[in-house]
């Protein structure tokens, strides 16, 4: 079973900036693209970046030019940096495959100040 641990968290001022990762118990050289999502008190989850197998990305317009999606295949991992961070961009944020086909974790809380 697929199990996905997200962690970097925290709270930060605006401007400033957050490393997220994720360890997978699993190979997501078999699960194929992966994405990080996020979701904000009463809002839907939301895809904010993908990555593919090979590492094609892609980007939420919201995301774009500040966070980048990057996988490390052998560690089964997947990270986020995200900069210049903006309240909106407060959030719980988790990982999954893209489509999130498996059991969501539970997710790294980003807090940005203004």
């Known amino acids: 079973q697929v199990q996905f641990v997200e962690s970097g968290g925290g709270l930060v001022q605006t401007g400033e900036f957050l490393r997220l990762s994720c360890a997978v118990s699993?190979?997501?050289?078999?699960?194929?693209?992966m994405g990080w999502y996020r979701q904000a008190p009463g809002k839907s989850r939301e895809l904010v970046a993908s990555?593919?197998?090979?590492?094609?990305?892609n980007y939420a317009d919201s995301a774009k030019g500040r966070f980048t999606i990057s996988r490390d295949n052998a560690k089964n991992t997947v990270w986020l940096q995200m900069n210049s961070l903006k309240p909106e961009d407060t959030a719980v944020y988790y990982c999954?495959?893209?489509?999130?086909?498996?059991?969501w974790g539970l997710g790294t809380q980003v807090t940005v100040s203004s």
């Open positions: 990555i593919t197998r090979g590492g094609s990305t």
């Open positions: 699993g190979s997501i050289f078999s699960i194929g693209a």
């Open positions: 999954n495959g893209r489509p999130s086909l498996y059991s």
